[in-house]
């Protein structure tokens, strides 16, 4: 039995007028993204002056293991994005259950991110978060901006790891843990 392929019309009903690129349904786009969980990250890093910036990160993935390689994502109008666009060393931070209120920091209000006792000058001065499943400072080596967006690959250089924790992950727009009821 042979498949057959319907005939495409020169316009498709599932792309909006305005880009083709954006699907006429963007909600069903967000909504099937929001009941995909990821794991949780923080990027930190330092602006020109010295100040540390940070954010959540549900991006996170290993690009390669030799060399050891993540890649995350940001949106070039976040507002960590112009350090980010400058500074040529990260630190990625992998979140546990015991970090939910850390993430919420880090994901709020950006004049707030670092007030309190909940991170500390790591490797070259840069935000390191306490109390973390692990963390890994890098090397930005490359950034690759994709519409609005920018991809980052960091070349990772040394990093350590903390106490065993279940997973943070992100779901339906709340931090959640393994076996939480939805």
Do not use: C
């Not at 349904?25 to 602006?47: C, N, P, S, Y």
């Not at 000058?121 to 090397?139: D, E, I, N, Q, Y």
């Amino acid at each position: 039995m042979s498949e057959t392929t319907p005939p495409q019309d020169s316009h498709d009903d599932r792309t909006s007028a305005t880009s083709p690129a954006t699907p006429a349904d963007l909600e069903a786009f967000k909504q099937a993204f929001r009941r995909h969980a990821a794991g949780v990250a923080v990027v930190t890093a330092l602006t020109p002056d010295g100040t540390p910036v940070g954010f959540t990160a549900t991006s996170l993935a290993s690009l390669s293991a030799v060399p050891p390689l993540a890649t995350f994502n940001i949106a070039r109008s976040a507002s960590s994005w112009p350090a980010l666009a400058e500074t040529d060393r990260v630190v990625i931070h992998m979140m546990g259950s015991r970090n939910r209120d850390v993430a919420q920091i880090m994901s709020g209000d950006n004049a707030v991110r670092f007030d309190g006792e909940h991170w500390e000058a790591g490797p070259h001065g840069l935000p390191v978060l306490k109390g973390v499943t692990s963390w890994m400072v890098g090397r930005i080596v490359e950034r690759l901006q994709v519409h609005n967006n920018a991809v980052v690959v960091v070349q990772i250089e040394q990093g350590a790891l903390g106490d065993e924790d279940e997973a943070l992950l992100y779901h339906e727009r709340s931090y959640r843990t393994p076996g939480d009821p939805v």
